[in-house]
């Protein structure tokens, strides 16, 4: 697909033998209210969201978009051209420094030189420009920035998503693979009326499709893992390990949260 975000087309006649009104009309369920005072424990997390894995997959799919399907990274671009989602700079994630769609589609538009067969001259060669484009079906995978809290006052281990980004996996000239990077940052408290509007596909049910935000804010309905939780280096869990040792420890990060919870509440 195209660096420009295709837009929903509106069907001519209703494509349903009923009018589909609940999602669009729906605001985002408002979170419980958090006393700095209430929270007792609370540790920030990243993960990753690897959309190649089977469960995670309705996130990925439509490529194109269709008529009442949207995938989630054409939800994001078709919210940067209309102005309803504001992306950050991808150095950090700490939503400094606000960035257009234009600056994004420039930055990620490369125009190379490449040796092709001079068709005037059969035989010969000739140097022509070659532009590549950002592809949305290009992104796999996201990463999420969250927090997990213990709130003594409803006596409940909650989460809250900060920050969300999607990721590109990066090659050199030979196609070797370089590791990933972020394309930008999302501050995901102002994504959510978009996505709350949106549904994402039930491989279930086609009549109980949730919205976007029950998949991340409420359901949390996909298969991720931690590569980095806070601590005094700022580390990842690749800077000291790697490997099966890495996927091993990201889970023994994930059962410790859990634990700790456990631990807390039961006598």
Request: glycine share 4%; no cysteine.
């Amino acid at each position: 697909m195209p660096a420009k975000a295709q837009l929903l087309d509106e069907p001519l006649v209703t494509d349903n033998f009923y009018e589909k009104v609940n999602t669009q009309d729906r605001e985002p369920r408002p979170y419980v209210h958090v006393r700095e005072a209430d929270v007792f424990i609370k540790w920030r997390v990243w993960r990753v969201i690897d959309l190649r894995m089977k469960m995670n997959q309705y996130l990925y799919y439509p490529t194109d978009t269709i008529q009442g399907r949207i995938s989630l990274m054409n939800l994001i671009m078709e919210g940067m051209q209309n102005g309803t989602i504001i992306p950050y700079d991808q150095i950090n994630d700490y939503f400094s420094k606000e960035i257009t769609y234009e600056e994004f589609i420039k930055t990620n538009t490369r125009t190379d030189t490449i040796e092709v067969a001079d068709l005037d001259n059969p035989g010969e060669t000739v140097m022509r420009p070659v532009t590549t484009s950002f592809q949305v079906h290009n992104v796999k995978m996201f990463r999420l920035k969250e927090d997990w809290f213990i709130d003594k006052q409803r006596g409940v281990r909650d989460i809250r998503i900060i920050g969300m980004a999607p990721v590109l996996q990066a090659h050199d000239e030979n196609g070797e693979f370089k590791g990933i990077q972020n394309l930008f940052w999302l501050y995901y408290p102002a994504l959510r009326p978009v996505f709350a509007k949106t549904e994402a596909f039930n491989v279930h049910n086609s009549a109980m499709r949730q919205s976007y935000d029950d998949v991340f804010a409420w359901n949390r309905y996909f298969q991720s893992y931690i590569y980095k939780i806070d601590n005094l280096q700022d580390r990842q869990i690749s800077a000291y390990t790697s490997g099966n040792n890495a996927l091993r420890e990201s889970d023994r990060i994930e059962e410790m949260l859990f634990e700790i919870e456990h631990d807390l509440w039961v006598y």
